[in-house]
C-alpha cells in the first residue's frame, strides 16, 4: 500500500494511462493498418475510441474526487511555502505528459506503418 502513496505510482499510472488512451484513440487507424477501408475503420474503431473517452472522462473524475477526498482527511497544516525547485518541478511535469500525450499515439502510428509488414496479424 506504500507503492500507492509513492511519487512512481503516479508517474507509472500516467505513462500507463497515456499508452492505453492513446491506443484507444488511434485504433481506428490500427483498422486500416490492418487491410480495413476507412468507412469500415471507422465504423468497427468508433466504439472503441468512444469508449476510451468515456474512460478517460470517469478517470479524470475519480482521480479529482478522490484527490479532494485525501486532501479532506489530512489535518489542516500550517502551509509552508513552496520553493522555485518544487514549482519547477511541478511545471516540468506536466509539460512533459502534455507532450507525452500527442508524442505516443503518434509514434505508435508511424511505428505502425513501418512494421505492417512485419507485424503477422492471422490466427
Not at 38 to 64: H, S, Y
Not at 85 to 109: E, G, N, Q, S, Y
Request: include cysteine; charged fraction near 15%.
Amino acid at each position: 500500500m506504500k507503492f500507492l502513496g509513492s511519487q512512481s505510482a503516479f508517474i507509472l499510472s500516467v505513462i500507463f494511462g497515456i499508452f492505453v488512451f492513446g491506443a484507444g484513440l488511434t485504433s481506428p487507424i490500427w483498422f486500416i493498418l490492418d487491410g480495413m477501408g476507412p468507412v469500415e475503420a471507422m465504423q468497427a474503431g468508433t466504439p472503441i475510441v468512444t469508449a476510451t473517452i468515456i474512460g478517460l472522462c470517469l478517470t479524470t473524475i475519480l482521480g479529482l474526487i478522490l484527490y479532494r477526498l485525501r486532501r479532506a482527511d489530512t489535518p489542516a497544516e500550517v502551509e509552508l511555502p513552496t520553493s522555485a525547485a518544487d514549482d519547477r518541478r511541478k511545471h516540468l511535469i506536466v509539460h512533459v505528459v502534455t507532450m507525452l500525450m500527442f508524442i505516443v499515439p503518434f509514434l505508435t502510428i508511424i511505428l505502425g506503418m513501418l512494421l505492417k509488414n512485419v507485424i503477422d496479424a492471422e490466427p
